[in-house]
């Protein structure tokens, strides 16, 4: 009769499992503790861009001629929060706060546009200088 050879296969100790699993932990532990800053970088990416929309926004306003007041209030969404509203309603709905200032005596005109968040105590803010056709006020 012929005899099959038996084949054994050692398997891991327990030193092999543990090391593997302390490999595995620390590289976990690292992608973990890079979740919280990429979570940040992500919130203030979509408030620049945000507040980018919103400086466009005016500086196609102030292009078109439309009435200039120089400053105005806006939602988390980008819509402008008239001034007319409510204190109660744009203190708890207004996030980006917008300023611009026009210099006709410059050739071309020129506007100074600065959009800042949140509008109670900044901590972002991106500013552009519009350079206006001259038929803008």
Same mark, same amino acid.
Not at 40 to 51: F, I, P, R, W
Not at 75 to 96: C, E, F, K, L
Not at 116 to 124: A, D
């Given at each position: 009769m012929r005899q099959i050879p038996h084949i054994s296969s050692p398997g891991f100790s327990l030193v092999e499992v543990t090391l593997a699993l302390g490999i595995v932990t620390f590289g976990l532990i690292a992608v973990m503790g890079?979740?919280?800053?990429?979570?940040?970088?992500?919130?203030?990416? @979509?408030?620049?861009?945000?507040?980018?929309?919103?400086?466009?926004g005016i500086s196609l306003s102030l292009?078109?001629?439309? +009435? &200039?007041?120089?400053?105005?209030?806006?939602?988390?969404?980008?819509?402008?929060?008239?001034?007319?509203?409510?204190?109660?309603?744009?203190?708890?709905?207004?996030?980006? @706060?917008?300023?611009?200032d026009i210099r006709s005596n410059s050739v071309p005109p020129t506007a100074l546009i600065t959009v800042?968040? +949140? &509008?109670?105590?900044?901590?972002?803010s991106v500013e552009s200088i519009v350079v206006l056709s001259q038929g803008s006020p």
């Open positions: 890079l979740l919280p800053t990429g979570l940040n970088l992500a919130k203030q990416s @979509a408030d620049e861009v945000a507040a980018v929309n919103i400086m466009t292009e078109k001629g439309s +009435p &200039v007041d120089g400053k105005a209030t806006f939602n988390a969404d980008g819509m402008r929060i008239p001034t007319t509203a409510d204190p109660s309603y744009v203190a708890m709905h207004a996030t980006y @706060a917008a300023r611009w800042s968040w +949140p &509008v109670t105590n900044s901590i972002g």
